[in-house]
C-alpha cells in the first residue's frame, strides 16, 4: 500500500506540476520520492541540502547517526524444545455487516478467518500484512479484548469460554503495547501511577512502598530515570511515552506480550533503540513476543518466526529468515519487494488497491 501511495503522488504531481512537503521518519521514503531534504532535530534545521549529497555526506552528527540507525537482525534463536505459551486453531473474528432499519445481518467482515498458529515460550512470532489483513484484530483476540470463535489455549488453559471475570487471573501474564505513545497513556495519570495501575488490580496486597519500588525498577528496565516518575506524559517525547508504555507492560512480569505496532510512530534512531530495548527484556525475562508491524526491517532484526496475513488469512509462515529469503507466494514477494525496495510492485491477483 505504502508503494503504491507513493507511485499515486508521484503521478499526481506530474499531472498537476505540484509541489510536496513530505514529512516522514521513513528515510527510504525520503530517498525514493524527495530531491531536497531537511533533518531537524529539537525544532531547528541541522541540515539541508540534495538527498543525495545528505545521504552519502552527511555532515551533522544526527544525520550521521539517523542514516546509520538501522535495525540490527539479531532475532532470538527458535527453540524446538520450548513449551508451548499460546496456542489457536482456526481463530474467527467476523464482524457483522447489517443494513435497513432492522439492521439485518447480510454478511461478515472476516477479519480472522480460521488463524491457527503457535508460540514458543521465549520466542518471537512476527505478524505483517497490509493495512486491513488483519493483524491487530488477532492480536486482540488472543488477549480476549474482542469477542472470537475458535479454541485459544495459553500455558495449556483454555480462554476462548471465559468470561471477564474469569480472564482477570490470565491478565497479568499477558500484555500489549500499543501503537500511539500519545494515546495510549492517560494525560491525567504521572508516569508512576501509569506504570502502578496494574499492580493495584492483580497484586493488591502488595505496599504503596513495594509498588513504587516495582515502578522504579521498571522504569529502569526501559532506560529511563526513575526520578522522573512523577511528571506527567506531555513532558516526554515519543520514544520516552513508548518506553512508559513498555514499563506499564513489564512491571507485571508477564510471560507473554502483544507488540501491536510499537516502533511505528518513532523515528529511525528512536526504532532501534526501541527494538535493541525489546531484545534485551526479552533475553532477561525471557518474554514471548507477537510483533505486529508494518515495516518489515524491524520485523526481520526481532522475529525468528513469521505469518504473513491478507484478508484475515494466512497467505505464508514459516521460518523468519528463510520466508525473507524465498518467499513463496505472489503476494508474499510483492509485499517485501515493496518494503524492502520501495519501488512500485505489480498487485498481485486478487488483491484490490484502495
Known amino acids: 500500500m505504502q508503494a503504491q501511495i507513493i507511485a499515486l503522488l508521484k ?8 509541489s510536496l512537503l513530505f514529512i516522514t521518519h521513513d528515510l527510504g521514503i525520503v530517498r ?8 531537524m532535530k529539537d525544532g531547528k534545521i541541522v541540515e539541508t541540502g540534495a538527498v543525495e549529497q545528505v545521504f552519502s555526506a552527511p555532515e551533522h552528527p544526527y544525520t550521521r547517526a539517523l542514516l546509520a540507525a538501522e535495525p540490527r537482525p539479531d532475532p532470538a534463536p527458535p527453540q524446538p524444545d520450548a513449551p508451548v505459551l499460546l496456542e489457536t486453531t482456526h481463530l474467527k473474528v467476523w464482524f457483522p455487516i447489517t443494513r435497513g432499519v432492522l439492521r439485518k445481518v447480510v454478511g461478515h467482515v472476516k477479519a480472522c478467518d480460521g488463524l491457527t498458529i503457535t508460540l514458543r515460550k521465549g520466542e518471537t512470532l512476527g505478524v505483517v500484512g497490509e493495512s486491513g489483513s488483519g493483524k491487530s484484530t488477532l492480536g486482540r483476540a488472543i488477549l480476549r479484548l474482542i469477542s472470537s470463535d475458535g479454541p485459544i489455549a495459553f500455558m495449556g488453559h483454555p480462554l476462548e469460554d471465559l468470561n471477564f471475570k474469569e480472564m482477570r487471573p490470565y491478565r497479568r501474564d499477558m500484555q500489549i503495547v500499543f501503537q500511539d505513545p500519545y494515546g495510549s497513556l492517560s494525560p491525567r495519570m504521572s508516569v508512576a501511577d501509569i506504570i502502578k495501575e496494574g499492580l493495584k488490580v492483580h497484586q493488591p496486597g502488595l505496599t504503596d512502598r513495594q509498588r513504587d519500588e516495582r515502578v522504579i525498577k521498571a522504569l529502569q528496565d526501559v532506560g529511563l530515570d526513575p526520578g522522573l516518575r512523577f511528571r506527567f506524559p ?11 508504555a513498555v514499563a506499564r507492560a513489564v512491571v507485571l512480569e508477564p510471560s507473554f506480550i502483544v507488540l501491536d505496532e510499537p516502533t511505528s510512530a518513532l523515528d529511525m534512531l528512536i526504532q532501534a533503540q526501541m527494538v535493541d530495548l525489546l531484545r534485551g527484556l526479552q533475553k532477561r525475562h525471557n518474554l514471548t513476543y507477537l510483533f505486529i508491524s508494518h515495516d518489515l526491517r524491524v520485523v526481520a532484526a526481532l522475529a525468528s518466526r513469521l505469518v504473513v496475513m491478507r484478508h484475515g488469512l494466512v497467505v505464508e509462515a514459516g521460518d523468519a529468515a528463510e520466508l525473507f529469503r524465498n518467499p513463496k507466494t505472489d503476494y508474499t514477494r510483492a509485499l517485501f519487494a515493496a518494503a524492502f525496495k520501495l519501488e512500485t510492485v505489480p498487485v498481485p491477483e486478487g488483491v484490490v488497491a484502495q
Open 11 to 18: 503521478d499526481i504531481q506530474k499531472r498537476l506540476g505540484m
Open 32 to 39: 525514493k520520492i524527495a530531491q531536497r531534504v531537511c533533518v
Open 234 to 244: 506531555h513532558e516526554f517525547s515519543g520514544g520516552q511515552r513508548q518506553r512508559i
